[in-house]
Every structure is written in C-alpha cells, then in structure tokens.
C-alpha cells in the first residue's frame, strides 16, 4: 500500500510539474526577421476554432513556413508547411494541399500571415501602445517590446494569439533539447 501511495504522490508531482506554464524569454526582437525557430504558446478562439496550448513555429522569409500545433497529449493536432515546393495543410478532419483552404479556415492569406510574423509589414504606431497591422478583417497587434512577447490578430471572427516562449533568429541553431533546428 505504501508503494503505491509513494507511486501515486510520484505520479501527481510529475503532473503537476508538467503543467507549469513556461515563462517567455526576454528576446531582442530585430526590426524585419529573415528566419525564426520558435517554441510558442498558441491562443486562439477563431471563427469555431477554440484552442489553447502549444506549437513550434519556423518561418523563412518570403516563402517557408512550419506550424505544428500540439495537442493536450504532445501528438500533432495540426500541421501546416509552405515552401518552395507546395503546401500542406493536416489536421484530424483534414488533409489538404490547396492554399486557399488556410485563407478559407482563417480568413487570412498565408503571405499576410508570413509577412506579419516576420513583420515584413507596414506597421503603424498605435498611440502609447505596440505598433499594429490593420488589414481587411483583421488587426495585427505586436506585444514585443515587453516580457509578453506575443502577436495577436483581432477581428470580428475571434482572435489568435501567439506568445513566442524561446526564439532563435539564426538558421540551424536549435531552440532547445528535442526542437528541429532547421526546415
């Protein structure tokens, strides 16, 4: 019986640690970003898309993209990549190659999205606040100056999120124990 109690207590502790919500770093965030390698926080409550938790991001300016969205469990809840050769899009109802299905879901165009990830946009300032992004639809708000470091687009159909947890700006330098380095 003790064994088991000692088990169990081992097990709730492990658990608990688990589910510590991890600090975000402080980043020296460069005016324009060529490539990024991020380890984020995702919040999103888009159109009837509701999700919190965790994805790895990379991004390659102007045309390579990786987003893997993980689920409560570490298993792949959505996949999405760009690059030179195609695009895909996967998730569990879904597997598709065509561009358009992101704008579709999102209501964003996937080089909008690169563009404002990267900020490869035209930002304006937004009085005492972060620059924003204002497009058809939506709004692109920058939190980075500060320890949020988040970008956030705000519409009429929800917002999306993404808090960057660990940054890295230079190609094949991995982020941490067991992140890609490169795409």
Not at 82 to 103: A, I, M
Not at 151 to 173: A, N
């Amino acid at each position: 019986m003790k064994l088991k109690l000692t088990i169990l207590c081992l097990a709730i502790l492990l658990h608990s640690c688990a589910m510590v919500p991890k600090k975000a770093a402080r980043v020296a965030w460069p005016d324009r970003i060529q490539y990024m390698a991020a380890l984020c926080e995702l919040d999103m409550s888009w159109k009837e898309m509701t999700y919190s938790g965790t994805m790895s991001l990379q991004v390659d300016y102007p045309d390579a993209l990786l987003v893997e969205v993980y689920g409560p469990f570490g298993n792949t809840a959505m996949y999405i990549k760009k690059d030179r050769n195609g695009f895909l899009l996967e998730n569990q109802e879904v597997k598709d190659t065509d561009e358009g299905k992101f704008e579709k879901e999102f209501g964003i165009q996937l080089s909008d999205f690169i563009d404002d990830i990267t900020m490869n946009n035209t930002r304006e300032p937004a009085g005492k606040g972060s620059p924003v992004v204002r497009r058809r639809g939506y709004t692109v708000t920058y939190g980075l100056d500060n320890d949020e470091n988040k970008i956030c687009w705000h519409g009429d159909d929800g917002h999306i999120c993404i808090q960057f947890l660990e940054v890295s700006f230079e190609r094949g330098q991995g982020l941490g124990k067991g992140t890609p380095a490169g795409m």
